[in-house]
């Protein structure tokens, strides 16, 4: 299965000989083993790659119109949504794409932590996809500020604020960061350049994410490694079928999206230009931060009075940005936090029901996030604060070490074949 | 995919009907579908309505003398307009064909009872600098219409080629005297 393929053609032979390209991309995408086994939770990976193109296409053929100074930026967009051919098209594919790229990359992380993808020998398959993550969050926020509308503008100012917490230097690292006094010119212009660079950084951590991939290859929903060639099938034709066929499908929802409810996902006050005397009445993040934003806004004021700990140093307002960075920070630490024997959730019977629970407290963190902080919401807000961490600093580790697993199959193709073992047999002679 | 195939009574390879046919619409689809997609992002680069909107302007010449010019924008370009004296006129009619690079008669150049009045692009043939010859104080160049500073091109009363590495006559751009004193241009 994976020797060299000959090549027929005379140029690619030369060209391969010299730089083997060609033999290169036959291993990782055509005869590339993959588990056998693999189920629809697997198309997320590359649906998200397909999205990076096209999110990385869109945003170029933007950048030919859109017009990154205070006076313009805002007039920019709505010139590309009325004047230029298919701006409309444009710009919904591109900020709808932004909601779709989260949404596949969450399934594809929910997917990992489901079936154990992060434990070893795939933890930094793992970290090079959180840092995916969080290129991704600071390119979409600094992005978002582009059009300059209010929550353009005021999401910019609320969350580069966030930096004033730091000890000592907050205020001159905010200036620093702003470039002013307040979010103005020089923000927007060094947040186009990010917005513009990013996504260059995130294709070269794809690279290396995929590279990391194909060193132990896919998990699978068995979670047991591949053991012979018979538990594996060669990408091509199995996955690129069933990828291309679950990208149809995404491209129906994605599309349903961007021509029918093109700005659902979006906040209509960031169709007022940017006011920087006048605050909305509520600032919301788009969807996808939400539940941290919640996180955010769930420390209690009198949160000292309660630790009594570093009082100088840590205010509500710190508190809250330490857990927000910290929700994140703390899925590094997965692999160790998570030493059970089994990976997969399937063999895992508390932990399966502890995973949709975590599911559903995600959820339940970025309903609090969409509303004001107030009486029984903040209440629900902190709980679910509280869970988020109890579950993967407690439950993971305790879990580790009490659960009860189900026997694991011998291998992939025993357990997905009827006839087992002789089946696996009969697949490595063919 | 060699253990799909299968061999006929005649001994041809014959691959599977229905997989192939799976195959190639599949594929031909598919490509349709990049190709339409493509379309957005060709016609995007295009001129957009704004820039189409301004692409046609209107001027009026009534406070112009004999023997002035101007210099208007239009589609960003500069356009030359003159008010030509009897003696220019006269002389841009008197050249024969036989001895003009870029053969063209003065009428063919001007709008029909309006010889006074030459509209020409301002953009020298030759590539793409702008002539002097607009101001009363610019070389006008031997025969006294435009002289190119880049690279000596001399254009006569009439805007055409007459010297000089350019090969064609200033262009003419569309337009039209929508009343005595005023042109549309575009």
Known sequence: MSAAPEWKNPVVRWIDHRLPVFTFTHHSVVDYPTPRNLNYWWNFGSLAGVVLVIMIATGLFLAMHYNPSVDQAFDSVERIMRDVNYGWLMRYMHANGASMFFLVVYIHMFRALYYGSYRAPREVLWFIGLFIFLAMMATAFVGYTLPWGQMSFWGATVITNLFSVVPFFGDAIVQWLLGGFAVDNPTLNRFYAFHFLLPFVIFGLVFLHLWALHVHKSNNPLGVDIKTDGDTIPFHPYYTAKDAFGLGVFLIVYFAFAFFEPNLLGHPDNYIPANPLVTPPEIVPEWYFLPFYAILRAVPDNFIDIWGILPILVTAKTAGVILMFASVIVLFLLPWLDRSPVRSARFRPIYKQLYWLFLADCIILGWVGANPPEGTMLVIGRLATLYYFVHLLVFMPLLSRYEKTRPLPDSISAAVTPQGSSQSAQAQGA | ?186
């Open chain 2, 1 to 186: 995919m060699a253990d799909t195939s299968t061999a006929t009574a005649d001994g041809h390879e014959h691959e599977e009907d229905r997989r192939d046919f799976l195959l190639t619409s599949t594929v031909v689809v598919g490509a349709a579908g990049v190709a339409l997609a493509a379309w957005p992002f060709i016609d995007f680069m295009n001129p957009s309505a704004d820039v189409l909107a301004l692409a046609s302007l209107e001027f009026d010449l009534s406070t112009m003398e004999p023997g002035q010019a101007i210099t208007v924008t239009w589609r960003s370009k500069p356009i030359f307009i003159r008010r030509r004296t009897a003696a220019e006129i006269d002389e841009a009619k008197k050249v024969p064909l036989s001895e003009l690079k870029d053969p063209q008669a003065d009428a063919d150049r001007v709008k029909e009872g309006k010889d006074e009045w030459l509209v020409m692009i301002g953009i020298c043939t030759h590539l793409g600098c702008i002539p002097a010859g607009q101001k009363a104080t610019d070389s006008k160049g031997e025969f006294g219409g435009w002289f190119c500073p880049c690279h000596g091109s001399h254009y006569d009363t009439s805007g055409r080629i007459r010297k000089g590495p350019a090969p064609k006559n200033l262009a003419i751009p569309p337009y039209a005297f929508t009343n005595d004193t005023t042109v549309r241009i575009g």
